[in-house]
């Protein structure tokens, strides 16, 4: 999924209020996505202490009001008609992914999951993307598994260093025209804090990536894929709207929800390879 523009790098004002409302009236209710009233805005903002005058003046919106809830109900659309549609349960992922393997016969790497007993299997939503990108790729080359923390440089030096280590890049490490973090989670039964920290860590990526941007001019693709209906759509429908909102802030280039990858992925390869063979 990539950003409504009309959303995409608004200023970073929107998004504080953004996140203090999401905090004050909550994201979901009942398992149905909160879409606040202005009413609810205004009385969020007041037991804040912030100035309620930002979103109504003489009982009318303002402009930030009516920009709010506007995103509030394309935010909540949006993750109820297009993203929970395309997540799967373990049971589907693993339909698609012995699916790819048999059409594909691959030789990329395949990684386990990290369960024990009945639930270890390979990780799923990782096989099914890296098998595609490897079709897709063609004679370049592609780190499906990086061991070392990825570099952009100007000539042979050195100019920014990503704090963490992802999930893979191509073509590699040094200078990639994109890079990709995978959430997969389909064994779990609660919404843990190892989850939370996952979508936390790709937000740190992004910061750094949009500060690498700004100021040296380097763009990188920087995708997100994550699936497991139970995990993120009936524990933690919160994240979703966090992560939908780092989409918007220009964090990520793009997100990919479950089935998507299969829909989405090939057409981002062949850019990844155009964009290479332009360098």
């Not at 763009?219 to 989409?247: E, S």
Request: aromatic share 10%.
């Amino acid at each position: 999924m990539r950003a409504i523009d009309r959303f995409l790098r608004k200023p970073r004002p929107f998004w504080a209020s953004v996140r203090s409302l999401s905090q004050q009236i909550g994201y979901s209710k009942k398992g149905e996505l909160i879409v606040p009233t202005l009413r609810q805005m205004v009385s969020a903002f007041k037991k804040l202490e912030l100035d309620a005058s930002a979103l109504e003046i003489d009982g009318e919106p303002t402009a930030l009001a009516a920009e709010l809830l506007d995103y509030f109900d394309a935010r909540a659309t949006t993750l109820t008609t297009y993203v929970e549609p395309r997540l799967m349960d373990a049971a589907k992922a693993k339909a698609v992914f012995d699916d790819y393997r048999v059409r594909l016969n691959p030789n990329c790497p395949i990684p386990m999951n990290k369960q024990k007993g009945a639930k270890c299997a390979e990780a799923f939503l990782t096989g099914i993307a890296n098998m595609i990108i490897e079709s897709e790729a063609g004679n370049c080359e592609v780190d499906f598994d990086p061991r070392k923390l990825t570099t952009f440089t100007h000539g042979n030096a050195p100019v920014r260093t990503l704090a963490r280590r992802v999930d893979g890049a191509f073509p590699s490490t040094v200078n990639p025209v994109a890079i990709w973090e995978i959430k997969e989670y389909y064994y779990t039964t609660t919404f843990g804090s190892r989850i939370a920290d996952g979508v936390y860590e790709t937000l740190l990526d992004g910061m750094e990536l949009e500060e690498m941007r700004d100021a040296e001019r380097i763009q990188v693709d920087h995708i997100l894929m994550i699936d497991a209906h139970f995990t993120w759509w009936k524990c933690g429908k919160p994240y979703l709207c966090r992560i939908f909102d780092m989409l918007h802030m220009g964090l990520v280039s793009e997100v990919l929800f479950g089935i998507e990858v299969t829909e989405r992925l090939p057409e981002l390869v062949s850019e990844w390879r155009a964009t290479l063979a332009s360098r």
